[in-house]
């Protein structure tokens, strides 16, 4: 069965404190990308990845990092998060262009 | 950059027809999706236009006009658990640079 596993669902934190979220699949696609949602702003593009090692940014990049080291993670790092980053973030899956994207569960962050 | 626009809210009634409508902005455009997000769920895939022209999947078809950058879904015999949200996303550039649209919540009502 496909699979997007992102971890952890819910997450509160405090301004400045490091965290990673990670995001895994079992489908070996090349592309993964993290999003984020906010209300009547839709889905934004944080960051993708198009195979290994070969990380772009997507529309709203700013405070976030990732990496690629293997093909079937994608974490989602804030160094520094800060109250604007309380969002839901979701990460997403391909195979090419014109394949559905497959999405996993979210996580609701809250930075205090 | 990208933008697309769609409309924020529809209502319509059990068993009844809607159209939600998309229209884009972009440059090296390749293709049209649209995704199903129902509350506290994760979108999920519902249809994808490459070309021009008209996807029947079941109950749902999906229209695209390249020349007028603009698509819509079709939803027809209208359920109540098709109440959701719906977004249309356009993938561009040699890369899959995916960017969804703000999403229509759609209501169905007895």
């Known amino acids: 069965e496909a699979q997007v596993t992102q971890n952890p669902r819910y997450l509160i934190t405090v301004t400045g404190k490091k965290l990673t979220v990670t995001c895994s699949q079992n489908?070996?696609?090349?592309?993964m990308s993290w999003y984020r949602q906010d209300p009547g702003l839709g889905l934004r593009q944080i960051y993708y990845s198009m195979n290994v090692e070969v990380t772009d940014k997507g529309d709203v990049p700013e405070g976030y990092k990732v990496s690629r080291k293997e093909k079937r993670n994608f974490p989602l790092i804030l160094e520094s998060p800060s109250p604007n980053q309380t969002s839901l973030y979701f990460c997403?899956?391909?195979?090419?262009?014109?394949?559905?994207?497959?999405f996993g569960n979210g996580t609701r962050l809250t930075v205090t | 950059g990208q933008s697309l626009e769609q409309p924020s809210e529809v209502t319509a009634v059990e068993g009844a027809i809607v159209q939600i409508n998309c229209t884009y902005q972009?440059?090296?455009?390749?293709?049209l999706s649209w995704y199903q997000q129902h509350d506290g769920g994760a979108p999920t895939f519902l249809s994808y236009n490459g070309l021009d022209g008209l996807e029947e999947t079941g109950r749902f078809s999906s229209f695209l006009s390249r020349s007028d950058s603009y698509g819509y879904l079709l939803l027809q015999e209208l359920q109540m658990k098709d109440s959701a949200s719906y977004f249309c996303?356009?993938?561009?550039?040699?890369?899959?640079?995916?960017?969804f649209g703000t999403g229509t919540k759609l209501q169905v009502i007895p």
């Open positions: 997403a899956v391909g195979r090419q262009e014109d394949s559905p994207l497959h």
């Open positions: 489908m070996n696609h090349e592309y």
């Open positions: 996303a356009v993938t561009a550039g040699g890369y899959q640079k995916v960017t």
């Open positions: 972009t440059s090296g455009f390749y293709g």
